[in-house]
């Protein structure tokens, strides 16, 4: 995180951690960031990066969150400038029983205008305040009953309970953190009365002159984002994503999901939804935001021309409408993609099946996945994982199901959470009175978006002939039905066939019905499994693990055990071409002191800078010879690309 920018910075205190309020110091909602360079108005950015790497990363997407302790000691050993909390209005904060939102006001200029600052401080009732991190900042903390909406009033003001990351410095501290509730709603109102607030993703039509949504004008626009990388601050991305909302188009959301989601790590569909229903035409963001940010980076077109209101315009490209049918190339691409749980492997909605003969040890792994994608971890197996609730449905085994959680909260350290469900006693599927009672539970429980693991296809279908194509197709139809109801994703816990070589054990129809299937095999060196089926990522994807045994109580007969996952090896490792030349020998010790762990992950992007900075060649060429290190360790067979990242073989 070095550069030309860093010179230019001002001197950034320590954070003075003994001064945050305790209250937010327990919520796992923090991040350490690095800054940019300063700007002609004396500020910089803040942008939230990753711990141990130091690359960007997404403040909104929880999987990305940390605790205070772990935002800290990223600080001190230098890979963060400082910390900061994330506001969201979907993580209150609990006192009593009652949910409290954390409120942040924002204002510059202390020194020029302490006095209406302290005014203020006074009014609100002597909340938490703090000095920003440039020192010309004031920062009040409060709680409030309800989440406000507030925004940029102007004038170096600004309040915000959602939908923003805030640095956190303890500098300078006074007040206590409290709840203000009543005050803090006046301040909105006298603040942002005049301001207009959207019904809806799509900003209201502006009585001003705007641009059609013809082919030519989406094309244009389109231009201009291929030359923007979203990978990119926060307040960047925002600005540009409002500019898009501002055209008011049918396809505003498709143009912006498809924008997004290139910097896949940082993409979370929810959190671009919430910003689209954001946008306030009255904030001033146009078309000429993003021809701006567009004529940085080096577009020389011309946006899209200005008609006069009164004039009809052409018709919209209204993608996804049932009358359109064939779409050019530049409207496919406008089409979001689909959303996942486990990038690579498990899509956010639809079937999968995760099968192995009798001992191969396919339910620890799927319990370990579904507390994976429950408790929001960074990644399973080296895959990025997406936060998500599941149900786990135990129909084998269930007097064993609390030793192996216990086994699995040792083991990952981590507690099963309340987005972790339990289903308990029998349920038939093949009933429609079974089927309609779990997708009635599930939904009003978890809601929507929900992971439901069946352990296993068999019990949840009892007396069902999994050979007969009539009985399959039931089994289908209430898995499909189930997975419509929540909508998510229903991973199906099943048996080989006697023939291995065949795949799932059953019709043929349950194969084809599946839009990802994982096989899980113990073999006389190990266990392993491997991806026998994905519709849309590469299939030729094989993980080593074992099961380790923990002791988890005591009973009239001794010492109580069960297992836990451990990834291993990855299969196919044995033949590897000798590493050649001082380049690759400085590439594979760079990044096997990244990744510690056989399996762990890294950007590419991550991985090429690191590389470059310890290769001993002549800057200019740092690059392209740690592309060339990289690209001949792959082929060795010493790394393995993994989702637009690498891992060690």
Same mark, same amino acid.
């Given at each position: 995180?070095?550069?030309?920018?860093?010179?230019?910075?001002?001197?950034?205190?320590?954070?003075?951690?003994?001064?945050? &309020?305790?209250? +937010?110091?327990?919520?796992?909602?923090?991040?350490?960031?690095?800054?940019?360079?300063?700007?002609?108005?004396?500020?910089?950015?803040?942008?939230?990066?990753?711990?141990?790497?130091?690359?960007?990363?997404?403040?909104?997407? =929880?999987?990305?969150?940390?605790?205070?302790?772990?935002?800290?000691?990223?600080?001190?050993?230098?890979?963060?400038?400082?910390?900061?909390?994330?506001?969201?209005?979907?993580? *209150?904060?609990?006192?009593?029983?009652? &949910?409290?939102?954390?409120?942040?006001?924002? /204002?510059?200029?202390?020194?020029?205008?302490?006095?209406?600052?302290?005014?203020?401080?006074?009014?609100?009732?002597?909340?938490?305040?703090?000095?920003?991190?440039?020192?010309?900042?004031?920062?009040?903390?409060?709680?409030?009953?309800?989440?406000?909406?507030?925004?940029?009033?102007?004038?170096?003001?600004?309040?915000?309970?959602?939908?923003?990351?805030?640095?956190?410095?303890?500098?300078?501290?006074?007040?206590?953190?409290?709840?203000?509730?009543?005050?803090?709603?006046?301040?909105?109102?006298?603040?942002?009365?005049?301001?207009?607030?959207?019904?809806?993703?799509?900003?209201?039509?502006?009585?001003?002159?705007?641009? &059609?949504?013809?082919?030519?004008?989406?094309? +244009?626009?389109?231009?201009?984002?291929?030359?923007?990388?979203?990978?990119?601050?926060?307040?960047?991305?925002?600005?540009?994503?409002?500019?898009?909302?501002?055209?008011?188009?049918?396809?505003?959301?498709?143009?912006?999901?498809?924008?997004?989601?290139?910097?896949?790590?940082?993409?979370?569909?929810?959190?671009?939804?919430?910003?689209?229903?954001?946008?306030?035409?009255?904030?001033?963001?146009?078309?000429?935001?993003?021809?701006?940010?567009?004529? /940085?980076?080096?577009?020389?077109?011309?946006?899209?021309?200005?008609?006069?209101?009164?004039?009809?315009?052409?018709?919209?490209?209204?993608?996804?409408?049932?009358?359109?049918?064939?779409?050019?190339?530049?409207?496919?691409?406008?089409?979001?993609?689909?959303?996942?749980?486990?990038?690579?492997?498990? =899509?956010?909605?639809?079937?999968?099946?995760?099968?192995?003969?009798?001992?191969?040890?396919?339910?620890?792994?799927?319990?370990?996945?579904?507390?994976?994608? %429950?408790?929001?971890?960074?990644?399973?197996?080296?895959? *990025?994982?997406?936060?998500?609730?599941?149900?786990?449905?135990?129909?084998?085994?269930?007097?064993?199901?609390?030793?192996?959680?216990?086994?699995?909260? /040792?083991?990952?350290?981590?507690?099963?959470?309340?987005?972790?469900?339990?289903?308990?006693?029998?349920?038939?599927?093949?009933?429609?009175?079974?089927?309609?009672?779990?997708?009635?539970?599930?939904?009003?429980?978890?809601?929507?978006?929900?992971?439901?693991?069946?352990?296993?296809?068999?019990?949840?279908?009892?007396?069902?002939?999994?050979?007969?194509?009539?009985?399959?197709?039931?089994?289908?139809?209430?898995?499909?039905?189930? %997975?419509? %109801?929540?909508?998510?994703?229903?991973?199906?816990?099943?048996?080989?066939?006697?023939?291995?070589? /065949?795949?799932?054990?059953?019709?043929?129809?349950?194969?084809?019905?599946?839009?990802?299937?994982?096989?899980?095999?113990?073999?006389?060196?190990?266990?392993?499994?491997?991806?026998?089926?994905?519709?849309?990522?590469?299939?030729?994807?094989?993980?080593?693990?074992?099961?380790?045994?923990?002791?988890?109580?005591?009973?009239?007969?001794?010492?109580?055990?069960?297992?836990?996952?451990?990834?291993?090896?990855?299969?196919?490792?044995?033949?590897?071409?000798?590493?050649?030349?001082?380049?690759?020998?400085?590439?594979?010790?760079?990044?096997?002191?990244?990744?510690?762990?056989?399996?762990?992950?890294?950007?590419?992007?991550?991985?090429?800078?690191?590389?470059?900075?310890?290769?001993?060649?002549?800057?200019?060429? %740092?690059?392209?010879?740690?592309?060339?290190?990289?690209?001949?360790?792959?082929?060795?067979?010493?790394?393995?690309?993994?989702?637009?990242?690498?891992?060690?073989?």
């Amino acid at each position: 995180m070095t550069g030309k920018g860093q010179d230019m910075l001002p001197a950034i205190q320590p954070v003075d951690h003994n001064n945050i &309020p305790p209250l +937010i110091k327990h919520e796992k909602r923090w991040l350490g960031w690095w800054a940019g360079p300063i700007k002609e108005s004396g500020k910089f950015d803040k942008f939230p990066v990753d711990p141990q790497f130091g690359h960007r990363v997404n403040p909104l997407d =929880p999987a990305n969150w940390l605790t205070f302790a772990e935002a800290l000691a990223a600080h001190r050993r230098g890979m963060a400038k400082g910390v900061g909390f994330v506001l969201s209005d979907q993580h *209150p904060i609990i006192l009593s029983g009652t &949910p409290y939102y954390l409120t942040a006001i924002d /204002l510059d200029n202390c020194r020029e205008r302490m006095t209406d600052h302290q005014a203020l401080w006074r009014e609100l009732g002597h909340p938490y305040v703090e000095v920003s991190p440039s020192g010309n900042g004031l920062r009040m903390l409060g709680l409030s009953a309800t989440p406000l909406k507030g925004g940029n009033a102007g004038d170096g003001r600004e309040l915000y309970s959602s939908g923003r990351f805030m640095t956190i410095t303890g500098i300078g501290a006074r007040g206590c953190l409290q709840e203000i509730s009543a005050p803090l709603t006046a301040l909105e109102r006298r603040w942002f009365s005049a301001k207009a607030v959207p019904g809806s993703c799509l900003p209201v039509q502006p009585s001003v002159p705007s641009q &059609p949504e013809t082919l030519r004008n989406v094309e +244009i626009v389109l231009s201009m984002l291929d030359k923007i990388s979203s990978d990119t601050t926060y307040e960047t991305w925002r600005a540009i994503v409002w500019a898009i909302a501002s055209t008011g188009w049918a396809s505003v959301p498709q143009i912006a999901h498809s924008w997004s989601s290139r910097a896949s790590h940082r993409y979370d569909r929810s959190v671009l939804d919430a910003l689209l229903r954001q946008f306030d035409p009255s904030r001033g963001i146009t078309l000429g935001t993003l021809t701006h940010y567009a004529r /940085l980076n080096g577009w020389a077109g011309e946006p899209p021309q200005l008609i006069p209101a009164s004039t009809v315009p052409a018709p919209p490209v209204a993608l996804g409408t049932s009358n359109r049918l064939l779409l050019t190339a530049a409207e496919l691409r406008l089409v979001p993609p689909t959303p996942y749980v486990v990038r690579g492997l498990l =899509p956010a909605q639809g079937l999968a099946a995760l099968y192995g003969e009798p001992g191969s040890g396919k339910s620890f792994l799927a319990l370990d996945l579904a507390h994976a994608i %429950a408790t929001g971890r960074t990644e399973w197996f080296g895959f *990025p994982v997406r936060r998500a609730p599941v149900v786990y449905v135990a129909l084998e085994g269930q007097g064993g199901m609390r030793k192996r959680i216990d086994a699995l909260e /040792l083991h990952v350290r981590t507690p099963c959470n309340e987005q972790f469900r339990f289903c308990r006693g029998e349920i038939q599927l093949l009933t429609d009175a079974g089927a309609d009672l779990l997708c009635t539970q599930v939904a009003e429980t978890m809601g929507k978006g929900v992971v439901v693991v069946i352990d296993t296809l068999n019990q949840a279908f009892p007396g069902a002939d999994e050979n007969s194509s009539q009985d399959m197709g039931k089994i289908i139809a209430s898995a499909k039905r189930l %997975a419509t %109801a929540v909508a998510g994703l229903v991973i199906l816990v099943h048996h080989a066939g006697k023939n291995r070589a /065949l795949g799932l054990r059953g019709h043929s129809s349950l194969l084809a019905a599946m839009d990802a299937v994982i096989e899980v095999e113990k073999r006389a060196t190990g266990r392993s499994w491997r991806v026998t089926k994905a519709k849309d990522d590469d299939g030729n994807i094989t993980r080593d693990f074992d099961l380790l045994s923990y002791h988890v109580g005591q009973d009239a007969n001794g010492a109580v055990t069960s297992c836990a996952v451990q990834q291993t090896a990855h299969v196919g490792s044995a033949h590897k071409a000798p590493i050649k030349g001082s380049n690759q020998k400085a590439a594979m010790a760079e990044l096997q002191r990244l990744l510690s762990a056989v399996g762990q992950a890294i950007d590419y992007p991550a991985a090429l800078e690191h590389v470059a900075a310890v290769l001993n060649v002549p800057k200019g060429k %740092a690059r392209d010879r740690a592309k060339e290190a990289i690209g001949s360790l792959i082929r060795g067979g010493h790394l393995s690309p993994t989702n637009g990242g690498l891992c060690l073989v």
